[in-house]
């Protein structure tokens, strides 16, 4: 049998990585899809 004891110090500390590490991946998804569709992205022509 195993016991385990989380004080409210070691909760919080996981509970912040925990967002910490989802924050950080949306940033980067929204990063490198920006970069992504920019490849695919029709340009522009200038008709004078």
């Given at each position: 049998m195993h016991l385990a004891y989380l004080d409210a110090g070691s909760g919080s500390l996981i509970v912040q990585a925990?967002?910490?590490g989802v924050a950080?991946?949306?940033v980067?998804?929204?990063l490198y899809w920006?970069?992504?569709t920019d490849r695919f992205r029709r340009?522009?022509?200038d008709r004078s």
């Open positions: 925990v967002v910490g950080g991946a949306a980067a998804a929204k920006r970069r992504l340009q522009r022509t």
